[in-house]
């Protein structure tokens, strides 16, 4: 049973002006946190196409904002509050980008010119389910082969140590890919 002693407890603890203070600035804070960081990553879903569930992140992306925006414009005489607002943006933006950087949407491609002359570095991409084309080019010392692989980003970390233990000395250039279609890309991700 809740006495009165207690729910005159809770109500001094809420409307104390400190406390609440205190509340608003961290909830400031998180849902800037929030906010931005769900801004950051629908950004990346739309350049990724994926258009439908970048508009429903919008949809909570702005109302949170609304919140912790009406909040700081309601409380212009507390500092801490845009502070506060500030920071969760800053936060924001770097949380993110950690994520995104996490969960690795969408494809990357890989141009691969070895030093070292073997064969070796296809068969180890395909021992590892990365799809490899060898064309070959011609550069300052003659010919060369050139590798070009299509890869899920989350393979990122794998494939450069496949490419650093074949050839340290390795020139390759990873670039994002808006879009692909066929070829042997997606059994890199399921091989372990």
């Known amino acids: 049973m ?4 207690h729910v005159e407890f809770v109500k001094v603890i809420i409307m104390d002006p400190t406390t609440e203070a205190i509340a608003w600035t961290l909830a400031i804070f998180f849902a800037r946190l929030t906010d931005v960081s769900m801004g950051t990553l629908r950004q990346i879903l739309i350049i990724r196409g994926r258009r439908g569930v970048a508009s429903i992140s919008a ?3 702005i109302l949170i904002w609304i919140v912790a925006i009406s909040q700081v414009i309601n409380e212009l005489g507390k500092i801490y509050y845009m502070i506060a607002f500030a920071l969760g943006f800053a936060s924001g933006n770097y949380l993110g980008s950690y994520i ?18 073997t064969n070796d570095l296809a068969h ?3 021992e590892a389910g990365f799809g490899a084309t060898i064309i070959q080019g011609i550069g300052l010392k003659g010919p060369q082969p050139i590798y070009n692989v299509l890869f899920r980003r989350r393979d990122t970390h ?7 233990k074949h050839d340290k000395d390795a020139f390759f250039t990873l670039m994002d ?3 692909e279609r066929g070829g042997y890309v997606r059994a890199a991700a399921k091989k372990k």
């Open 2 to 5: 809740v006495s009165v002693y």
């Open 100 to 117: 995104e950087e996490k969960i690795a949407l969408g494809y990357m491609f890989a141009y691969i010119v070895p030093k070292k002359r």
């Open 158 to 164: 794998r494939l450069l140590d496949i490419i650093k």
């Open 59 to 61: 949809f909570f992306e």
């Open 177 to 179: 890919v808006r879009a």
């Open 124 to 126: 180890m991409l395909r």
